[in-house]
């Protein structure tokens, strides 16, 4: 009854303008819904490993989604082989500086400023008796280069030396068409150029956002990418740590205060045109608007990428339980998980490049309705 | 829970090595990519409408050629034209022209015929007229000679006159 209806409205509707939106809209919601998904996926690995005298997966997969001291290769507790990192400790007596290797995987105590000691991969103080002293870790700041921090920086030497060889080209000839790997990043340029910036920021005024978008774009892709291979010098979870799409938002929101025009903050504060009791429901509601964006942005790229993660290493995990069980178990289950595990990994393959997309796509809408223009009457052309 | 507690290391380490990666990237990279993109697009949209104004022109060209070769076309057909009818003028000029002096020469020999016969009769009077006086002067002369033998003198003399008239 319904269908020739259906079908005449969706015959009405300009095919592109579809096409693209539902696109969008269901990677919206299927990332929403994965991530749904693998808590529950998680809190049942959680529980099998707890039952799990020698392998708890919960506590594997933490280890290997959070940021760590140093950049574990393989092997485990003593055997462990591990690329040592430098800690650097800010304290109110000054820098301690060290390598992470001096914790012998957190069994030993390291003696400077005050006496550190690896707790869950934390660096806490310890008073003489071993326990955390709590007062005198406050006044501990951590800025070691942490896997985490180790990773962007060979994300950042990668982007360099992916791009600058390719400037250097455009700049040599520019009117020639394009080879090698400039033609894979053309159109992704490209795309980000007429089908982000342009449509959402307006034809005059992109240009000044177009360094950051490609910046955020290229520095998520790229990421999200190196997350996604299992062995150094991938494996960090960057993209899907808090902290990092924390930075990458909270420059997103600088940059919208910093160029936002009087028209935004006038549609925020005092929504023209709206009477004055309905203003006192709406302006909490825009200010609550304001902040929410950012942390949406935060939130979205940080709940997908680790989910993603957390799922895989899920699959991963199955293998060693039904191994603990009995080795028969083990192998018969491989071959379902390493089949889930490729798939997902295909699927993430496809989520790096979509959550790039999203993030620079909505930080673009961002930036867009920020120095967007009032609309007068009669001024239409 | 610490997924989602944010490490004040990473957050500065992040802000520095983004902000670095911004700078080198804008600077060296996004500038020279997008600019060159741009110069690109430009070049090709004045390639396209030098096309579009070349292909406008040749094909004002074209048209302006058949107008020269129509306009030639005419003008020949009007040279010719005006030729054969010159050519018909002065042929039937020249007949005219013929015709009048013939006419012309007629008349004059016409008139010239009209003056001797004059002259001619001018003459014959004046002959006549010495005649009839020697005649005269014959006849008196015989008259005193003789009726009879005068009128067969003059009868004589006339017949003379006849034969020389």
Same mark, same amino acid.
């Given at each position: 009854m319904f269908a020739p209806a259906f079908t005449s409205l969706a015959m009405k509707l300009p095919v592109k303008y579809t096409l693209k939106h539902v696109f969008t809209a269901l990677f919206l919601a299927f990332s929403i819904g994965l991530f749904a998904e693998e808590h529950t996926e998680h809190s049942a690995a959680e529980t099998h490993g707890h039952s799990e005298q020698k392998f708890d997966a919960g506590k594997m997969i933490m280890e290997h989604i959070l940021d760590a001291h140093d950049w574990h290769l393989w092997g485990e507790h003593h055997s462990a082989v591990s690329i040592p990192l430098p800690v650097i400790l800010y304290t109110d007596k000054g820098l301690d500086v060290f390598m %992470? %290797?001096?914790?012998h995987h957190g069994e030993a105590t390291v003696i400077g400023k005050y006496s550190y000691r690896l707790k869950d991969n934390k660096i806490v103080v310890v008073n003489q008796t071993g326990e955390t002293d709590e007062a005198a870790s406050a006044k501990v700041l951590d800025f070691s280069i942490t896997k985490n921090v180790a990773a962007l920086f060979i994300s950042i030497i990668l982007l360099l030396t992916i791009f600058l060889p390719v400037a250097k080209r455009y700049k040599e000839n520019a009117n020639r068409a394009p080879s090698g790997i400039q033609s894979l990043l053309e159109p992704i340029i490209l795309f980000i150029k007429d089908n982000v910036a342009i449509p959402n920021i307006g034809e005059k005024k992109y240009e000044k956002y177009m360094p950051f978008l490609l910046t955020v774009f290229f520095f998520i892709l790229i990421n999200n990418l190196m997350g996604l291979v299992p062995f150094f010098p991938g494996g960090a979870n960057l993209t899907g740590n808090i902290s990092v799409t924390f930075t990458l938002a909270a420059i997103v929101l600088i940059i919208v205060i910093v160029t936002s025009n009087k028209h935004y903050w006038q549609h925020i504060l005092a929504m023209p045109g709206v009477p004055k009791p309905v203003l006192f429901i709406l302006t909490p509601i825009e200010i609550l608007g304001f902040i929410i964006r950012p942390f949406v942005l935060m939130m979205r790229l940080f709940a997908n990428i680790t989910a993603g993660h957390i799922v895989i290493l899920s699959f991963i995990s199955l293998i060693f339980i039904f191994g603990a069980m009995s080795a028969g178990a083990g192998y018969g289950i491989s071959i379902f998980s390493m089949s889930l595990v490729v798939f997902m990994s295909l699927l993430e393959l496809l989520v790096a490049f979509l959550q790039a997309y999203v993030f620079t796509l909505l930080s673009a809408i961002y930036f867009g309705s920020a120095i967007e223009e009032g609309h007068h009457e009669g001024e239409h052309h | 829970m610490a997924l989602l507690t944010p490490s004040i290391g990473l957050i500065f380490w992040m802000l520095i090595g983004f902000g670095i990666l911004f700078f080198l990237l804008s600077k060296f990279a996004w500038k020279p990519i997008l600019t060159a993109l741009k110069e690109r697009e430009q070049s090709i949209d004045e390639s396209l409408r030098q096309a579009e104004k070349a292909r406008a022109e040749m094909s004002q060209l074209v048209a302006k050629n058949e107008e020269l070769l129509n306009q030639a076309k005419e003008e020949r057909n009007k040279i010719l034209h005006d030729a054969r009818e010159a050519a018909e003028k002065v042929k039937a000029d020249i007949i005219d022209k013929a015709n009048k002096e013939a006419e012309e020469k007629l008349r004059q020999a016409l008139r010239e015929i009209e003056t001797q016969k004059k002259a001619a009769i001018v003459e014959v009077k004046n002959t006549v007229g010495l005649m009839a006086l020697e005649i005269a002067e014959k006849v008196i002369r015989r008259e005193l000679q003789g009726d009879n033998k005068q009128l067969e003198y003059v009868k004589n003399l006339a017949k003379e006159a006849e034969l020389v008239a």
């Open positions: %992470s %290797s001096a914790f | -």
